[in-house]
């Protein structure tokens, strides 16, 4: 660009009145060669030629090369603020200061203001990072003393809860011995009411003290005052004990019981037998408690030192939400109706971790419920195999005293089953079949003591096959037992009628009766 | 005893602290009030360094802060002989940003010797930079120090040590 001679002499003279420039000229060791322009306003003097300009201003310390610098802004040491300008000629350096002090003071308001505002807005920002770590721990505060609150208000409900609870729960067998025990001091009273009176306060002792004892338990698993006794013991044996306990109070609702043993289970064990037992009793009685139709199985397996049981029943299930509760002491989830401390489950699943195991569910409503228990257990070497189970003699006024068989038929297995067992035990000599045809043909060629007919099956009904039966000449009672409502002239086709659910203990006596009575 | 002149740049972010710490370093003072530097403000200080037998001519160049150099601040550090980074213990940003400078400045110049001062070590309740922090700087920087100009807390001693790399890499070479 080239401008008029008289406007670059113009711009030349505002320049320099402006920037006041004062010029040195340096030889390459530094010295003063020469000067130009008004040194006093930068804080300079009139050097002499030759003085040492590195001392004197030593902004021009290491700056010096072979390219023209430009520095702006520098303040010196004498507080002058000057735009820097070095410019190389041949060995030597010229060296321009300009007045930049106007310039400064207002690049420097204008910086002050958004260093200032930056400054501001970080400590803005560790304010609202400062709160919201007080909200955060205020809310975690607040949480933490709700959870508490919930827990206490549960802990007293739970209180509340229990002493109402158990104050029924002894209200009811007290009243009863006391209201027994009234009567029986009755004037008048039969020595048959005084013993009836006697058996029920026996009845609501022997509860009052189960009771008393579960709340015992509970409160040494608690506190931590139960030992264990580990002993070696017939797992089978205790199976069979469990079978023989379980098995008629399934049977007096109808369902059916079964204990299923995995080939790998071990006879001989070493675990604490009681605590074991009394797992096992805890749960396979929960589950014939709330189990009002179907069936109840315990299936036993064992696995690299854990023994496993699961407890099956098709009862009405249980809720998400009330597994958490089963656990808890004197929560009973939604069957808070049932009779019961409510310490069943609680107890159990003590003894389990107690023993070095734990306990598990799985149901959901409709779908019946698993309980799982898996304790550890050592194991003994036997040359015992198993054998079936010796199941205990029942009562004697049940169980055949003379060789005695019945054909049982049923289409149902499980039926079939537990009908079998009942029979077995009392000593009966057992023929089974699931079909009219096959009953027909067995009773024919074995001619049976008693024929035992479910009647709403598939095929030949168990009416048509009672009908048959007598057309061939067979003498014999004829026992119907099944779940429909026969009318009397269907009735009139057997010996005796009896209606699923029956009650094992009458079934079995009128068994007796018909082939025992001659 | 020999008179060495070394240029030295002191820089960082903006209010970490470097005017104040060439400040007390210079003069022995410190003021609470916040200025802003534009530019460079350049100033001297004489050390003697007594084992080496030199007295050390600082001519301290202390740059405008920034987050980042542009051409006119880089410039600025032309012929510095070393460097002093000073962050501000109370802002762990800043460490970020004198990670960066240092970058730029290797990047344009040799490397030269350098201290960390983590600054304002007076502000313990907003300190944010935790030990371990400090300690992974040491492979950057040839030495580092907890500093408060407020107080002086070992600035001097920093310095000094500047001092003595600058004049053992120079005698060395």
Same mark, same amino acid.
């Given at each position: 660009?080239?401008?008029?001679?008289?406007?670059?002499?113009?711009?030349?003279?505002?320049?320099?009145?402006?920037?006041?420039?004062?010029?040195?000229?340096?030889?390459?060791?530094?010295?003063?060669?020469?000067?130009?322009?008004?040194?006093?306003?930068?804080?300079?003097?009139?050097?002499?030629?030759?003085?040492?300009?590195?001392?004197?201003?030593?902004?021009?310390?290491?700056?010096?090369?072979?390219?023209?610098?430009?520095?702006?802004?520098?303040?010196?040491?004498?507080?002058?603020?000057?735009?820097?300008?070095?410019?190389?000629?041949?060995?030597?350096?010229?060296?321009?200061?300009?007045?930049?002090?106007?310039?400064?003071?207002?690049?420097?308001?204008?910086?002050?203001?958004?260093?200032?505002?930056?400054?501001?807005?970080?400590?803005?920002?560790?304010?609202?990072?400062?709160?919201?770590?007080?909200?955060?721990?205020?809310?975690?505060?607040?949480?933490?003393?709700?959870?508490?609150?919930?827990?206490?208000?549960?802990?007293?409900?739970?209180?509340?809860?229990?002493?109402?609870?158990?104050?029924?729960?002894?209200?009811?067998?007290?009243?009863?011995?006391?209201?027994?025990?009234?009567?029986?001091?009755?004037?008048?009273?039969?020595?048959?009411?005084?013993?009836?009176?006697?058996?029920?306060?026996?009845?609501?002792?022997?509860?009052?003290?189960?009771?008393?004892?579960?709340?015992?338990?509970?409160?040494?698993?608690?506190?931590?005052?139960?030992?264990?006794?580990?002993?070696?013991?017939?797992?089978?044996?205790?199976?069979?004990?469990?079978?023989?306990?379980?098995?008629?109070?399934?049977?007096?609702?109808?369902?059916?019981?079964?204990?299923?043993?995995?080939?790998?289970?071990?006879?001989?064990?070493?675990?604490?037998?009681?605590?074991?037992?009394?797992?096992?009793?805890?749960?396979?009685?929960?589950?014939?408690?709330?189990?009002?139709?179907?069936?109840?199985?315990?299936?036993?397996?064992?696995?690299?030192?854990?023994?496993?049981?699961?407890?099956?029943?098709?009862?009405?299930?249980?809720?998400?939400?009330?597994?958490?509760?089963?656990?808890?002491?004197?929560?009973?989830?939604?069957?808070?109706?049932?009779?019961?401390?409510?310490?069943?489950?609680?107890?159990?699943?003590?003894?389990?971790?107690?023993?070095?195991?734990?306990?598990?569910?799985?149901?959901?409503?409709?779908?019946?419920?698993?309980?799982?228990?898996?304790?550890?257990?050592?194991?003994?070497?036997?040359?015992?195999?198993?054998?079936?189970?010796?199941?205990?003699?029942?009562?004697?006024?049940?169980?055949?005293?003379?060789?005695?068989?019945?054909?049982?038929?049923?289409?149902?297995?499980?039926?079939?089953?537990?009908?079998?067992?009942?029979?077995?035990?009392?000593?009966?000599?057992?023929?089974?079949?699931?079909?009219?045809?096959?009953?027909?043909?067995?009773?024919?060629?074995?001619?049976?003591?008693?024929?035992?007919?479910?009647?709403?099956?598939?095929?030949?009904?168990?009416?048509?096959?009672?009908?048959?039966?007598?057309?061939?000449?067979?003498?014999?009672?004829?026992?119907?037992?099944?779940?429909?409502?026969?009318?009397?002239?269907?009735?009139?086709?057997?010996?005796?009628?009896?209606?699923?659910?029956?009650?094992?203990?009458?079934?079995?006596?009128?068994?007796?009766?018909?082939?025992?009575?001659? | 005893?020999?008179?060495?002149?070394?240029?030295?740049?002191?820089?960082?972010?903006?209010?970490?602290?470097?005017?104040?710490?060439?400040?007390?370093?210079?003069?022995?003072?410190?003021?609470?009030?916040?200025?802003?530097?534009?530019?460079?403000?350049?100033?001297?200080?004489?050390?003697?360094?007594?084992?080496?037998?030199?007295?050390?001519?600082?001519?301290?160049?202390?740059?405008?802060? /920034?987050?980042?150099? +542009? $051409?006119?601040?880089?410039?600025? #550090?032309?012929?510095? =002989?070393?460097? *002093?980074?000073?962050?501000?213990?109370?802002?762990?940003?800043?460490?970020?940003?004198?990670?960066?400078?240092?970058?730029?400045?290797?990047?344009?110049?040799?490397?030269?010797?350098?201290?960390?001062?983590?600054?304002?070590?007076?502000?313990?309740?907003?300190?944010?930079?935790?030990?371990?922090?400090?300690?992974?700087?040491?492979?950057?920087?040839?030495?580092?120090?907890?500093? /408060?100009?407020?107080? +002086? $807390?070992?600035?001097?001693?920093? #310095?000094?040590?500047? =001092?003595?790399? *600058?004049?053992?890499?120079?005698?060395?070479?």
């Amino acid at each position: 660009m080239s401008l008029p001679g008289h406007v670059i002499e113009y711009l030349q003279d505002a320049f320099a009145a402006e920037t006041r420039p004062f010029c040195f000229l340096i030889d390459e060791h530094g010295s003063l060669v020469a000067t130009w322009g008004d040194p006093a306003w930068c804080g300079l003097q009139d050097f002499a030629p030759g003085t040492n300009m590195l001392e004197a201003t030593p902004y021009i310390v290491g700056i010096l090369d072979d390219e023209p610098h430009k520095l702006n802004f520098v303040t010196t040491g004498a507080g002058v603020i000057v735009h820097l300008r070095t410019i190389p000629h041949e060995s030597q350096h010229y060296v321009v200061l300009l007045d930049a002090g106007e310039q400064h003071d207002f690049l420097q308001q204008k910086q002050q203001s958004s260093n200032e505002l930056r400054l501001l807005h970080r400590g803005q920002q560790r304010l609202i990072a400062r709160q919201r770590d007080l909200i955060s721990d205020l809310v975690e505060a607040k949480a933490e003393l709700d959870h508490l609150r919930r827990e206490a208000e549960r802990s007293s409900a739970s209180k509340s809860q229990f002493i109402a609870m158990m104050s029924h729960e002894f209200r009811t067998p007290l009243a009863s011995i006391v209201n027994y025990a009234d009567l029986a001091l009755e004037d008048g009273v039969s020595d048959n009411q005084i013993h009836k009176s006697i058996e029920a306060i026996g009845r609501s002792g022997r509860h009052l003290t189960s009771l008393v004892e579960a709340l015992l338990d509970d409160a040494r698993l608690e506190g931590g005052h139960i030992e264990l006794r580990e002993k070696f013991f017939d797992l089978y044996d205790l199976l069979d004990d469990l079978a023989a306990m379980m098995a008629p109070l399934a049977a007096e609702k109808a369902l059916s019981y079964a204990t299923l043993v995995d080939a790998d289970v071990p006879r001989r064990v070493r675990a604490d037998e009681v605590r074991l037992r009394q797992i096992l009793i805890n749960l396979l009685g929960n589950a014939i408690k709330f189990t009002e139709e179907g069936s109840i199985r315990l299936l036993v397996t064992y696995h690299d030192g854990r023994l496993a049981a699961a407890i099956i029943d098709t009862g009405p299930g249980i809720s998400a939400e009330d597994q958490d509760k089963v656990f808890r002491a004197f929560e009973r989830g939604s069957q808070s109706g049932r009779a019961g401390a409510g310490l069943g489950l609680t107890i159990t699943m003590r003894l389990a971790h107690l023993m070095g195991g734990d306990i598990s569910l799985d149901s959901s409503p409709g779908r019946g419920c698993t309980v799982s228990v898996h304790v550890p257990v050592s194991t003994a070497p036997t040359a015992d195999s198993r054998q079936d189970p010796a199941l205990p003699t029942p009562d004697e006024d049940v169980c055949a005293t003379r060789p005695t068989s019945i054909l049982i038929l049923d289409d149902d297995e499980d039926m079939l089953a537990l009908i079998e067992h009942y029979l077995h035990r009392a000593g009966y000599g057992l023929i089974v079949s699931s079909s009219g045809s096959e009953a027909i043909s067995k009773a024919v060629a074995y001619k049976p003591d008693l024929v035992i007919l479910d009647v709403n099956i598939p095929g030949i009904n168990g009416i048509d096959v009672a009908l048959n039966l007598r057309r061939q000449g067979f003498d014999k009672p004829i026992v119907a037992l099944t779940a429909s409502t026969l009318s009397a002239a269907e009735q009139a086709s057997f010996t005796r009628y009896f209606q699923k659910p029956a009650k094992m203990p009458a079934l079995l006596a009128e068994v007796k009766r018909l082939t025992h009575d001659d | 005893m020999t008179l060495i002149t070394s240029k030295v740049c002191v820089v960082g972010d903006f209010a970490v602290g470097k005017t104040s710490v060439v400040e007390r370093f210079v003069n022995n003072q410190f003021s609470e009030k916040y200025l802003t530097t534009i530019g460079v403000k350049v100033d001297t200080k004489e050390i003697d360094l007594p084992l080496r037998h030199v007295t050390q001519k600082l001519i301290i160049w202390d740059v405008a802060g /920034s987050d980042h150099f +542009g $051409d006119s601040e880089i410039s600025y #550090l032309r012929g510095s =002989a070393g460097f *002093i980074f000073v962050v501000d213990g109370t802002r762990p940003q800043t460490l970020k940003t004198a990670r960066s400078l240092r970058r730029q400045i290797e990047a344009k110049y040799d490397r030269r010797p350098s201290v960390m001062l983590a600054n304002k070590k007076d502000l313990t309740n907003a300190w944010e930079i935790s030990a371990d922090q400090i300690e992974s700087l040491a492979d950057d920087y040839d030495a580092v120090y907890r500093t /408060s100009a407020k107080t +002086g $807390d070992d600035i001097e001693t920093a #310095l000094i040590r500047l =001092a003595d790399l *600058i004049v053992g890499r120079e005698l060395h070479e």
